[in-house]
């Protein structure tokens, strides 16, 4: 029996023309907004509202970066601001007259790792394919 195997599972379907779901209620909702600031303002204050919410809206339609859309990187920033962040590193500045003495730790070698030469390689390569080929 055969089955059918859903391909392109990742690309949203456009539903009203060119535009997703998502991108259509962005898109009327940001008209909306748009429409309310200006019935509601005077046309030289609600321009001051009227600008951001539109480019958003344009953004968050239209704009794609790095074939992810824009809302991804504006969640994404916008858990960055909220989230608390974890410094693990500060470098201490040191006076001059506070000579403290650190215990910096020497870098330890491994003194019984074997090191393989040219010819060891080679010797163990050849024996590796001599064992390899009897086994056969």
């Known amino acids: 029996m055969r089955f059918q195997v859903p391909q392109f599972i990742d690309i949203e379907d456009k539903i009203f023309g060119p535009f997703t779901f998502l991108q259509f209620i962005f898109l009327v909702g940001g008209a909306g907004m748009v429409f309310v600031f200006y019935k509601l303002l005077p046309l030289w204050i609600g321009i001051f509202f009227i ?11 239209f704009v794609k970066i790095n074939s992810k859309p824009f809302l991804y990187y504006l969640e994404a920033a916008f858990n960055y601001f909220i989230s608390s962040k974890l410094y693990i590193w500060k470098q201490r500045l040191v006076k001059k007259g506070d000579k403290q003495e650190e215990n910096i730790p020497t870098p330890t070698t491994i003194s019984n790792v074997p090191r393989l030469s040219d010819s060891k390689l080679k010797d163990l390569s050849w024996s590796l394919d001599v064992q390899d080929k009897q086994g056969n």
């Open 51 to 61: 600008i951001p919410v539109a480019g958003l809206t344009v953004c968050l339609v």
